[in-house]
Structures are given as structure tokens and as C-alpha cells.
């Protein structure tokens, strides 16, 4: 299983980034993914999760209202649209994976087993 994340960049505050996840060797359609971040010094933070059994999704309070969570199971992929970016918001960027139709929460990504390699987020101020 390979998890590809794509799509990070450099963005001023208040500017709009999407993030792809791509996966090889693994068929998204029958399982859960989601999105973790972590910053430099900080500990890892679930940021969103999408089920594969109806679609419900999942946010961070942090991310609420400005992050959208999306699959693409045709392409075997998911995305992670982020709007009203914030400094804070800066991190590497995984996706992650498993054998699971549902998250519970954000927290689920963080124990996922297939994780991808992360993607760089800089806001700048």
C-alpha cells in the first residue's frame, strides 16, 4: 500500500490550497481516510477523516468551516480542500489510511496504519 499526498505549497493568509492523496496497491473506495498534520515542535493533530460507507466526514474544531474533506473513488483518491488559511495552519500534511469503513473522530488518522508522506503547508502572515 502507497499513499501518495500532493498539492502543498507556500500561501499567504486567507489564500486556498488543495491537497490530493493518491493511493497504489490499496482501493480507497472500501475504507476510511483521513488527514493529520504536524508542525514543528508540536505533536501530531488529526485534521479530517471521511467514511467510505456513506461519505460522513469529520473536522478538527481548528479546521471547521474552512476545510472540506472529498473522495474521488473513480480516482482512487481523496482530497483535502483548505480555505482561509491561517499561519497556524502550517505543517507537513499526511494522509493515512486502514482497514476500516468509519472514523470515529480525527483521532482515527492518527492510528491509521497506511500513511503516506506528508506534504509541506506554509502560511505566511
Known amino acids: 500500500v502507497q499513499l501518495q499526498a500532493s498539492g502543498g505549497g507556500l500561501v499567504q493568509a486567507g489564500g486556498s490550497l488543495r491537497l490530493s492523496c493518491t493511493a497504489s496497491?490499496?482501493?480507497?473506495?472500501?475504507?476510511?481516510v483521513g488527514w493529520f498534520r504536524q508542525a514543528p515542535g508540536k505533536e501530531r493533530e488529526g485534521v479530517s477523516c471521511i467514511n467510505s460507507s456513506d461519505g460522513s466526514t469529520h473536522y478538527a474544531d481548528s479546521v471547521k468551516g474552512r476545510f472540506t474533506i472529498s473522495r474521488e473513488d473513480y480516482k482512487n483518491t481523496v482530497y483535502l480542500r483548505m480555505n482561509s488559511l491561517k499561519p497556524e495552519d502550517t505543517a507537513v500534511y499526511y494522509c493515512?489510511?486502514?482497514?476500516?469503513?468509519?472514523?470515529?473522530?480525527?483521532?482515527?488518522?492518527?492510528?491509521?496504519?497506511?500513511r503516506g508522506k506528508g506534504t509541506q503547508v506554509t502560511v505566511s502572515s
Open positions: 496497491g490499496f482501493t480507497l473506495e472500501y475504507y476510511a
Open positions: 493515512a489510511t486502514d482497514h476500516v469503513a468509519e472514523c470515529r473522530n480525527v483521532d482515527s488518522t492518527l492510528v491509521m496504519n497506511y
